[in-house]
T-cell receptor, first 113, second 117 residues
C-alpha cells in the first residue's frame, strides 16, 4: 500500500501556540500536498511541495520534506480558533500522465481559545 | 471561478435504486477525480479522468460507473449499492500533470453525503 501515516492523530493546543503535524510515506513521490477539511466537507488545498524541494512557506504555514526519510511536516504558527480542522497530507504519484493522490490518516487539530 | 460544484449535497437511496452524482468545474482543468470518504477516515481515490478518458480505476466495484461527458462535467452513476457504500463522495479537479511545469494541486467540491438504506 502507498498510504502513509500521520501523527499525531489528534492535537489540542491553545490559541497562539504553534502546531506541528508529521507525515510519513512509503514509496517515491512526485510531490506532497497538505489539505484541510472542516467538519467532513470538502478539502481545501494548503500547500504543495515538490520532491526536489526541502522547505516551503505560505503565510503562517511552513512545510518541510525529507525524501531520504520519506517524511514531511506541517507547521502552523500563531494558531487561531479558525484553524480547528482535520489536516491531511497527500502524496502525489504520476501514473500514465494522471496524478494519483494518496491521503494519510489525518490529524484532528483543535485550537482552544 | 475556482469552484467545483457537486450535486446533490445529500442523497438517500435504496439498494435497488439508480441514481447519479454530478460534478462541474469551469477552471479549464482536464483532470477530474472521484474520491470516497468514510467517517473519520481519509479520502480514498476511486477514479481519475484525464482529457475525458478514464486513466485510473482503483478496482472499484461495477455498481459505481463513472462518466465524463465533457471537460467540465463528471458523473458517477450508482446502481444496486450496499449500505456499506454510504459515505461522503468527493469530486476534484486539477491541471493535468506536465513534467517540468508546476502545479497539480487539486480543487475539491463540498461532496455528496450518500446514505444507502
Amino acid at each position: 500500500s502507498q498510504q502513509g501515516e500521520e501523527d499525531p492523530q489528534a492535537l489540542s493546543i491553545q490559541e497562539g501556540e504553534n502546531a506541528t503535524m508529521n507525515c510519513s510515506y512509503k514509496t517515491s513521490i512526485n510531490n506532497l500536498q497538505w489539505y484541510r477539511q472542516n467538519s467532513g466537507r470538502g478539502l481545501v488545498h494548503l500547500i504543495l511541495i515538490r520532491s526536489n524541494e526541502r522547505e516551503k512557506h505560505s503565510g503562517r504555514l511552513r512545510v518541510t520534506l525529507d525524501t531520504s526519510k520519506k517524511s514531511s511536516s506541517l507547521l502552523i504558527t500563531a494558531s487561531r480558533a479558525a484553524d480547528t480542522a482535520s489536516y491531511f497530507c497527500a502524496t502525489g504519484y504520476i501514473i500514465q500522465g494522471a496524478q494519483k493522490l494518496v491521503f494519510g490518516q489525518g490529524t484532528r487539530l483543535t485550537i482552544n481559545p | 471561478d475556482t469552484e467545483v460544484t457537486q450535486t446533490p449535497k445529500h442523497l438517500v437511496m435504496g439498494m435497488t435504486n439508480k441514481k447519479s452524482l454530478k460534478c462541474e468545474q469551469h477552471m479549464g482543468h482536464r483532470a477530474m477525480y472521484w474520491y470516497k470518504q468514510k467517517a473519520k477516515k481519509p479520502p480514498e481515490l476511486m477514479f481519475v479522468y484525464s482529457y475525458e478518458k478514464l486513466s485510473i480505476n482503483e478496482s472499484v466495484p461495477s455498481r459505481f460507473s463513472p462518466e465524463c461527458p465533457n471537460s467540465s462535467l463528471l458523473n458517477l452513476h450508482l446502481h444496486a449499492l450496499q449500505p456499506e457504500d454510504s459515505a461522503l463522495y468527493l469530486c476534484a479537479s486539477s491541471q493535468v500533470f506536465v513534467r517540468g511545469l508546476g502545479n497539480t494541486e487539486a480543487f475539491f467540491g463540498q461532496g455528496t453525503r450518500l446514505t444507502v438504506v
